[in-house]
């Protein structure tokens, strides 16, 4: 094997070697002539016979050479050669092509290495593609949970896990109190928890069963980037004591760094959830506390069969649900994947969608461009055929220059995506998982690699596939019918791609607009909002809860500049308010209404200046009064919505009402007020019919009535600019307390940022349907250019003819109408279709919108018809005499 392939490499680097060749057919020739002579024939035939013996000595030299080792590889390189010569004769083609490729791949990389984060890339657990979340869902919480007294039951009688586990529901806050505080996200789970999911810290070790225990030993595990961040990676942190709420607290171990929790949610520290089963089971009247659960699947088990698998359980717990809102209730299992993403999957196979859009009309774009070139070869081709290159030797040199533009494309493409990459991490919102984590590895790079390739295959083969003609040889240079058909059918995808791409951008925009544009109803400018939460350890009883935000409302009324502060649990329009059913909702002296009546009513506790401070008007009745504060009074103020469906056609101040209607002890409230309707769900959601109840300072109202409680949101309108006004709530609170960390905003960032994501598809769609479209224009305007060139004998013989140059550009533009007609009717046929899975992604606007189709189609045709001017004039301006004589 070595000696041949030493062989080889001699007879490709040793020129020598094809004069041997060329000497061994020469010596044979002269013996076969000898062999002829001596059989009698004359020198000069017995010469003609050996040649036809032969079979042509230039051909059989040349199959000899054909069929020495390197030639393959010889060959490749004297067309790498020739295809880089040719670039560089023609700089400007050769630009043009590979900026073309490079937005078409660097778009589609960039979006791709995304949507692979997003879709198809591992997670970071071992037992990836088995973890499964699971539990009930119900209109008030469609995240699947599970209240800890089913758990227990679940987990014991279940086989089709093999491991489950759960971590708390409630978002855990906790304040690392020693030396500059700082508030850490600190959710709490299970013992079993990280080897459920299949991970193993990277220093320590996971929790004991007696660290689960109630008034076990405080220990807990901390993150990466906490560790780096704030211990500088010292491998001494095992074991250390730190202070976490003001309690000493054992760090037992540290978590990988790509270590994330299932439901994406920050965890600084990890705090062992803790368990007393039977304590669980009877608290909260006997269900237990919600917790987010978690399995492992069996490795022959499937989700569906594991939802068939839990029927039976979940029944038994709904069976001990209230019969009231027992079929509320339902049964969820899906994969650990289709948790964390959601509503993120359709935008990524959109965006996706858009960006391959993109590559298919750069392709085309860069097809047409080559077959051009191709026809304006023909010639050239014409006489290397006719000299003996055969159709396999230029169909190979066409696809190697279409792969050497390809990768040329790439290259620049893996730059552009870099930079794309880099705007969408600035642009987008952070709802979207994994996004910071996105870069250009070997993973894209290769995608990048494969996708040029394929490109340069796609157009390449559309000039392989060029036959060239013998008649060229004659010094003509028309184009064949097909090669020109097949430009214009180019042309005709690239509008309809145009189309789709534009429908679904303009759709998105609009879409984004209506959301920007609706009321509110509140008042965003000059409000600042100050989310607070007070440490368990610092605030252990409601008393001090309540004394510390008393004593905050007074400090910040009494400064400059500040016009009205307000306290609540919560602020519109997606702050996590409180939430019931309608039908729990009881009116003295009238019926109760039957189970399954209305939906969702939301539930708010705010301090009397909220109204003002938000700029809510009262509509009817008045509202709460600073003497509400400490009165027996309960006064209730109902929205708008609610009070309609309520008291239709009636006053419902003076009436009373109570919520939770099975708890007859509650007490009743006293409608004061009517307050107009607040967008309080979020921007794309429907607006919940709602109710303000007063936030007294009375210890019947305080945290076992659920009124007060160590998170609260501070509202603040001033006369100050929102920077200066931030500052002044912060150094307020750091007067009052030093080490509490504060989340602080002006209301108008709280707005925008739910509006984000909208943005974020609309500026993407936007991107990649301007781009899609010119392209389509710039391959439109180069067809009907090169049309035109085609037909200047036929358009000097008509301006021979008589006919007017007005006429010339309406046969020009006539055929080119055609084209954009045609490719707009299949790109308004096929964005039908594609637009239909866009309805999740909407709002206050149709999939089907006739009025964004029809601005669409009208906007594309009347661009490209523009695009088609420029040749249309230059065709009318032939002179029909040079025309003429050039044919």
Not at 382 to 409: D, H, K, N, P, T
Not at 592 to 615: C, H, I, M, Q, W
């Amino acid at each position: 094997m070595l000696k041949e392939w030493l062989t080889r490499l001699r007879f490709l680097m040793n020129s020598k070697s094809h004069n041997e060749i060329d000497e061994e057919l020469q010596f044979h020739l002269e013996q076969q002539i000898q062999a002829n002579i001596a059989a009698g024939m004359t020198p000069l035939e017995s010469r003609r016979q050996a040649v036809i013996a032969f079979g042509g000595m230039e051909r059989t030299r040349q199959q000899s050479h054909e069929q020495r080792p390197g030639y393959l590889a010889k060959t490749l390189l004297q067309d790498v050669r020739y295809s880089i010569r040719g670039f560089r004769r023609n700089p400007i083609f050769t630009i043009t092509i590979v900026a073309t490729l490079m937005l078409g791949i660097g778009a589609t990389s960039a979006v791709f290495s995304v949507v692979d984060r997003i879709l198809f890339r591992p997670l970071p657990y071992a037992n990836d593609g088995r973890i499964v979340s699971l539990g009930l869902v119900q209109p008030l919480e469609t995240q699947e949970f599970l209240l800890s007294g089913f758990y227990y039951d679940w987990r014991s009688k279940q086989k089709v896990f093999a491991s489950m586990t759960s971590e708390s529901a409630s978002t855990g806050e906790c304040d690392l109190t020693e030396g500059t505080p700082m508030q850490l996200d600190c959710p709490s789970v299970e013992g079993n928890f990280l080897s459920t999911l299949g991970v193993s810290p990277v220093l320590g070790r996971s929790f004991l069963s007696e660290e689960a225990r109630p008034g076990g030993p405080r220990a807990v595990l901390i993150s990466y980037g906490l560790w780096n961040s704030r211990f500088n990676l010292d491998p001494g942190i095992l074991n250390r004591t730190i202070r976490i709420d003001g309690a000493p607290t054992r760090v037992i171990g540290v978590l990988p760094k790509d270590f994330e929790m299932p439901r994406l949610q920050a965890a600084d520290i990890l705090f062992p959830l803790s368990v007393d089963e039977a304590a669980d089971r009877v608290a909260n009247g006997g269900f237990g506390t919600p917790r987010r659960v978690f399995a492992t699947l069996n490795p022959e088990s499937t989700v569906q069969q594991a939802d068939t698998a839990l029927q039976p359980l979940f029944q038994q717990s709904r069976n001990q649900i209230p019969s009231e809102i027992r079929s509320d209730f339902h049964l969820k299992v899906r994969s650990l994947r289709d948790r964390q993403m959601q509503d993120v999957r359709l935008t990524a196979w959109v965006l996706l969608g858009a960006a391959f859009a993109v590559l298919l009309i750069a392709c085309a774009n860069v097809a047409s461009l080559l077959m051009a070139r191709g026809a304006a070869r023909q010639r050239e081709l014409a006489v290397r055929s006719a000299l003996g290159a055969s159709r396999a030797r230029l169909a190979s040199q066409a696809l190697i220059e279409s792969l050497l533009l390809s990768m040329a494309g790439a290259v620049a493409g893996c730059v552009l995506a870099q930079g794309l990459l880099h705007v969408f991490i600035v642009i987008a919102p952070s709802n979207i998982p994994y996004l910071s984590m996105v870069h250009l590895d070997l993973r894209i790079v290769g995608f990048t690699v494969i996708l040029s390739i394929l490109c340069g295959v796609f157009f390449g083969l559309a000039v392989a596939l060029q036959r060239p003609e013998g008649r060229m040889l004659s010094g003509r240079t028309r184009t064949s019918v097909s090669s020109a058909s097949v430009r214009q059918w180019l042309v005709v995808a690239q509008i309809s791609a145009s189309m789709v791409l534009l429908a679904v951008a303009l759709l998105l925009v609009r879409s984004y607009r209506n959301l920007e544009d609706q009321n509110l109803g509140i008042r965003a400018d000059n409000t600042v909002t100050a989310r607070i939460t007070l440490g368990e350890h610092s605030y252990p009883t409601p008393q001090s809860e309540l004394d510390f935000f008393q004593r905050l409302t007074a400090r910040l009324r009494f400064s400059p500049g500040i016009s009205l502060v307000s306290i609540s649990d919560s602020v519109p329009p997606a702050e996590n308010q409180f939430s019931g059913r309608f039908q729990e909702i009881a009116i003295e002296g009238r019926p109760l209404y039957p189970p399954g009546t209305g939906g969702v009513v939301a539930k708010r506790r705010v301090s009397p200046e909220y109204f003002n401070a938000l700029d809510i008007p009262i509509v009817q009745g008045e509202g709460f009064r600073d003497e509400d504060m400490t009165s027996t009074r309960r006064p209730i103020i109902l929205s708008k919505r609610l009070a309609s469906l309520l008291f239709p056609n009636e006053c419902p101040i003076g009436h009373r009402l109570r919520f939770d209607r099975l708890m007859a002890s509650n007490p009743w409230s006293t409608i004061v007020g009517v307050s107009a309707d607040v967008k309080n769900s979020g921007l794309a959601n429907e607006d919940v019919p709602e109710f303000y109840l007063l936030r007294r300072n009375l210890p019947e109202d305080w945290r076992a009535g659920g009124v007060w409680g160590r998170t609260s949101v501070v509202v603040v309108r001033s006369s100050l600019l929102p920077e200066k006004t931030a500052l002044l709530v912060r150094s307020q609170v750091a007067a009052l307390d030093p080490t509490l960390p504060i989340d602080i905003a002006t209301l108008s960032e709280r707005v925008s940022k739910l509006a984000d994501q909208p943005k974020f598809q609309s500026l993407l769609m936007s991107f990649f349907a301007s781009t899609g479209f010119a392209l389509a224009l710039i391959g439109l305007y180069g067809v009907i250019a090169f049309l035109v060139a085609q037909r200047t004998h036929e358009i000097g013989v008509r301006l021979a003819l008589g006919a007017d140059r007005s006429d010339i550009v309406r046969l020009v533009i006539r055929r080119s109408l055609r084209l954009i007609i045609l490719g707009t009717v299949l790109g308004v046929m096929l964005a039908l279709l594609a637009t239909r899975l866009l309805a999740n992604l909407l709002f206050g606007v149709r999939v089907h919108d006739p009025a964004t189709f029809g601005v669409a189609a009208v906007l594309l045709v009347l661009v490209a018809l523009i695009a088609t001017l420029v040749p249309a004039r230059t065709a009318s301006r032939v002179d029909p005499t040079v025309a003429l004589r050039c044919e």
